[in-house]
């Protein structure tokens, strides 16, 4: 609690100790007691996104007070790393002026990234307020897909032409560097504007001053077109290995650049998405969600459940004339349908994965399903004649045993093609393969499970009742 | 077929169709007619991760006379970009001389990643074959933990001392460039070689050649410990933006350094695993995985799956009596044992995807656990009133309308706290949260479902039968 707040910054610092109540202890004691040196000092050592961490657990005058202590530019990093509800919480407080300076002073995609969180009404006032070149790349960012290669590059870049030197390519930098913090790469385009090549700033360094730029530039980067899905760009990026890749119109002309440390945030974000999605939960969903937002949101997805639930439980329905003969059936009947959802599960899990990894592909659908429909006979088979024997352990019964064997290995068969054609259609189809097969799969397991297992039964109830 | 090979390549180059057929046809045309010097062109024009993913479809011969095109540094790329087992079946068929031809050539990382692969008796065999350097640096590599950021550290790095000037630092990137590719910064060490501090090639490129290092250089990087795990190297760098950062060891002495196309990896990787897990898959599975080693892996899973199946069907088996008289419940069971399994996958995809980005530490349980219980109660509440509703409805029985109402409210509770707890607490015992949740959390709601229901049914059995 009365650690020296120098003190305290290094131990931030090198221990990453993000949930450590007492630095957020410190701060607070530190604006309660008004003491803004001490304050600036801290805050000067820490990161934005631990300031954006400590800042979510103030109040809201403390909030307004500590964004006040820091710089325009740093304010709108800030911003950035909070959640998306706390950034347009925490935006609905300020003033479309004070909007428009802290905008002003970003690289156009975190201008962008902070305008679209704005409550509507004072989007276009705060562009208004823009100098007129950054209102025009902001428009101009807002302007593409979200997810697309456009809504995710920045427009400020280095670049020359092919027939400068390397001392022009040096004053490019020199530019560049005054409205962007993360310059790697000069790219070379010609007088049109089309991207001709580039320059890693490694190389640049070691050439001589008067070298012309053609003779040393590289030209093994690929241009992303700037209507490209942004899960595509992504997959460039790890399959390549790119640090820094130029943007192109359908001219090819050079319009901005993305950097590996913006892919790093997609990858992240993606797979959040699809493990969410899977799970049943809107791709947005954080811990620090507002409870009822989230809880309707999940209560749809429920919904959605119950009804096929219902469905599943029809087909049990078509069967109670069978149960009550047999009432066992209805203590085994969870094993089928469970072990079908088991293996769909497995089968799903590994097609998603990799169609989001860019490995599998609707063309490669017949080789994925021969392997997992081979596999799921297989497992099917193991795991239905280990279900056989122990059910014929526990009751004796070698006829319910044989129904329960048939039964798990056609509804782990159908399960494992399930699973593995459902989410390719819908891939085909443009919907995201994680947000919906699971609900489409587990039912087909649930219905095919209690079909074949009361079916088959129902066909043996003479041999069954003895 | 008969399309001239460099316009192929250009056609790959500019359209990333990897799944072209014809890409494949075409180096099998080449190959079959020993036209080296076309083959060579259109190599020239592939991507590494385009070459591997070609020799993928290569017949042994072929894939041998293909790699003996490339030169012994780019065949260590290639190889880098195959699939792990793909890999592993071709070091197996090049002698220890060629495997160390290849690994010399290597950054020290790839150099242990291949050597990592080697079949154990031939590994001390190559490394015996290196240069003395490589050696050290390879076993180095090796030493350290797997999933560690010393596993995934290059020793390659550009180094100058704080009183150094701008120059000695650029002589200090011509240095480095010759072993390593991806120079984006210049660590500034102490004469003990404690890390100080760095300089982002921008800056330096700007500098004049005479002023000191100390100067210009920035302090704000945070080095990572060597035994750090790559996970939390990861959320270092999604957090603070990272490009290269520094590893030092437990004197703080810079021992390598960690690029942010590593961690781009290391996070798809990690997503990988994850989604895998959940789905009961092990973690290293995909298309090409042999189709037997993983039904043995799957199988293993499943057998796990179906011991907990029986264990919530004997809980049925408990009440068959009752549902001898009511064989309603039969049918209607799976709905509430499902809805239980589906809001518990809701809390485990958000509670789980916390802990991987790092946003959840077990210290955070008490206000996640109220987050998911409320949630719970809510949701179980909507949804028991709705599914009690449709089964009256249904029926025309209140009573049992009112038994599945109350079931499902209780169960949606209890798989709310299951699935925050058990996730969080596995966590806590160094057991991934993602591998062992779904089996005990799904076995859970099962149990509790058939309990809560069964169990309500028959103390309410007197008014189920009239």
Redesign the interface.
Same mark, same amino acid.
């Given at each position: 609690m009365d650690k020296d707040p120098k003190e305290l910054a290094r131990e931030e *610092?090198?221990s @990453?100790r993000r949930?450590d109540p007492a630095a957020g202890d410190q701060i607070e004691t530190l604006l309660d007691q008004h003491r803004d040196i001490e304050l600036d000092e801290l805050l000067v050592e820490l990161?934005?996104?631990d300031v954006a961490y400590l800042l979510q657990h103030l109040d809201q005058e403390q909030r307004e007070r500590l964004l006040l202590r820091l710089s325009p530019e740093r304010r709108g990093l800030v911003l950035l790393e909070l959640d998306d509800e706390e950034r347009k919480d925490l935006l609905e407080t300020l003033t479309p002026r004070q909007v428009a300076e802290i905008v002003q002073e970003q690289e156009s995609d975190v201008a962008a990234d902070i305008i679209e969180d704005l409550p509507e009404e004072t989007t276009t006032e705060v562009i208004s307020m823009l100098p007129q070149e950054d209102r025009r790349d902001v428009a101009e960012l807002l302007s593409y897909p979200e997810n697309s290669a456009g809504a995710l590059m920045t427009k400020q870049f280095a670049s020359v032409l092919e027939t400068s030197t390397v001392k022009q390519a040096?004053q490019s930098?020199?530019r560049?560097?005054m409205q962007s913090d993360?310059?790697?790469t000069v790219y070379v385009v010609d007088a049109g504007g089309h991207y001709k090549g580039h320059l890693a700033?490694?190389? /640049?360094?070691?050439a001589s001053s008067r070298t012309r730029v053609k003779k040393i530039m590289e030209t093994?980067l690929?241009p992303i077109p700037v209507n490209m899905d942004r899960e *595509?760009v992504a997959q460039? @990026?790890?399959?390549? +290995?790119?640090?820094s890749v130029p943007v192109v119109d359908a001219q090819d002309v050079m319009v901005g650049r993305i950097t590996?440390?913006d892919?790093? *945030?997609v990858?992240?974000e993606e797979?959040?998405e699809?493990? /969410?999605r %899977?799970?049943?939960?809107s791709a947005d969903?954080?811990?620090t969600s507002p409870?009822f937002q989230?809880?309707v949101k999940?209560?749809i997805?429920?919904?959605v459940?119950?009804l096929t639930? @219902?469905l599943?439980?029809?087909v049990?329905?078509l069967f *109670?004339a069978t149960?009550?003969k047999v009432?066992? /059936?209805?203590?085994? =009947?969870?094993?089928v349908?469970? =072990?079908g959802g +088991?293996?769909a599960?497995?089968t %799903?899990?590994?097609?998603?994965? +990799?169609i989001a990894?860019g490995? /599998?592909?609707p063309?490669?659908l017949p080789?994925?399903l021969v392997?997992e429909a081979? =596999?799921g006979a =297989?497992?099917g088979i193991?795991?239905g004649l280990?279900?056989g024997l122990?059910v014929f352990l526990f009751t004796g019964k070698i006829v319910l045993a044989c129904v329960i064997s048939a039964a798990m290995i056609i509804n782990m068969m159908i399960a494992a093609t399930a699973g593995t054609a459902i989410p390719l259609v819908l891939k085909k189809l443009n919907v995201d393969p994680a947000i919906a097969s699971?609900i489409f799969v587990t039912t087909f397991t649930?219905v095919c499970g209690?079909m074949s297992f009361l079916g088959l039964a129902r066909l043996m109830l003479p041999y069954l009742v003895s």
């Open positions: *610092e090198y @990453f949930d990161y934005d996104a040096i930098i020199r560049a560097t993360d310059i790697y700033l490694d190389k /640049l360094i070691l093994e690929l *595509e460039m @990026f790890t399959r390549y +290995n790119f640090i590996v440390d892919i790093l *945030e990858v992240e797979a959040s699809d493990i /969410l %899977m799970g049943g939960v969903e954080t811990l409870i989230s809880s999940r209560n997805w429920l919904f459940n119950l639930a @219902f599943a439980s029809s049990v329905s *109670e149960i009550e009432v066992i /059936l209805a203590t085994l =009947m969870p094993i349908a469970g =072990m +088991n293996a599960s497995q %799903m899990a590994v097609i998603i994965r +990799n990894l490995d /599998l592909s063309s490669g080789r994925a392997r081979t =596999m =297989m497992n193991l795991q280990i279900t122990g699971s649930d209690f």
